[in-house]
């Protein structure tokens, strides 16, 4: 069975929560993680979907993050998990919901066809502490990034039109043993193999600044300090 484009979200940032708050969790932040989903062709351009926006802009969106896509596959996961009902499609924030596929079956340039639009895979998502406030689980970044369920980006190699319920046709996989869930590994591993994390940092289609990110870690020994993206505000 092909890949299904399930579901479309898109929305614009909002500001929720109480400034004045006692719980963490509970005060005021501002996020486009509560997106709408959306019926009908949707324009892709190659900085995102028409009516899609982004808060944190030095993280988030640009040419590399055009599209965030995730697993329809991780919400049956999470609830069970977690024991959270409402983290259902678009939870996370993504544009597009893509059933039949995970983060172990993809792979960094894998290019594809989707209605009008011809979009390539550029890198994982590296989960920041917003999903956590979202659903009031502190730890949730830590647990995307640990069971390697983040998701990934695209940018758009050609702007089109968009629907849901259309399938991914394979244009090219240039970079097979790079897949999302390998690339988790290596960029989250607490002793990562440097040597591998090289040849990572040489794979020429995944997003300059991730690579960027690696060659300071292998020239600093590998080090990574997580801590800032994964809880932020929320501790």
């Known amino acids: 069975m092909g890949i299904l484009l399930k579901s479309v979200f898109a929305g614009l940032p909002q500001t929720v929560g109480d400034k004045e708050a006692l719980h963490l969790m509970d005060r005021e932040w501002t996020s486009a993680i509560f997106k709408e989903q959306v019926h009908g062709p949707v324009w892709v351009s190659g900085t995102g979907l028409a009516g899609d926006g982004q808060a944190d802009t030095k993280h988030h969106g640009g040419p590399e993050k055009a599209v965030f896509a995730y697993s329809y596959e991780n919400y049956a996961y999470w609830q069970k998990k977690l024991g959270v009902s409402e983290i259902t499609s678009g939870g996370m924030g993504e544009n597009f919901v893509m059933e039949h596929v995970m983060e172990g079956g993809i792979s ?30 502190k730890t949730l970044a830590l647990l995307l990034q640990n069971t390697g369920r983040t998701g990934w ?18 244009i090219d996989r240039p970079f097979p043993q790079w897949t ?10 607490k002793k990562p193999d440097l ?3 090289g040849e990572l940092a040489g794979c020429e289609l ?5 690579r960027e990110t690696l060659e300071k870690r292998i020239a600093n020994g590998g ?11 929320n501790e």
Request: glycine share 6%; proline share 6%; hydrophobic share 45%.
């Open 108 to 137: 960094i340039g894998d290019t594809f066809q989707i209605g009008e639009a011809i979009v390539q895979i550029s890198q994982p998502r590296q989960p920041c502490w917003k999903p956590a406030r979202r659903f009031r689980v």
């Open 153 to 170: 980006y695209f940018r758009v190699l050609k702007e089109g039109h968009v629907e849901e319920g259309q399938i991914f046709t394979l």
């Open 180 to 189: 999302i869930l390998k690339v988790n590994e290596m960029i989250h591993a």
């Open 195 to 197: 040597a591998l994390m």
């Open 206 to 210: 995944l997003a300059p600044k991730l």
């Open 223 to 233: 080090a990574s300090d997580i801590q800032k993206r994964v809880f932020g505000p």
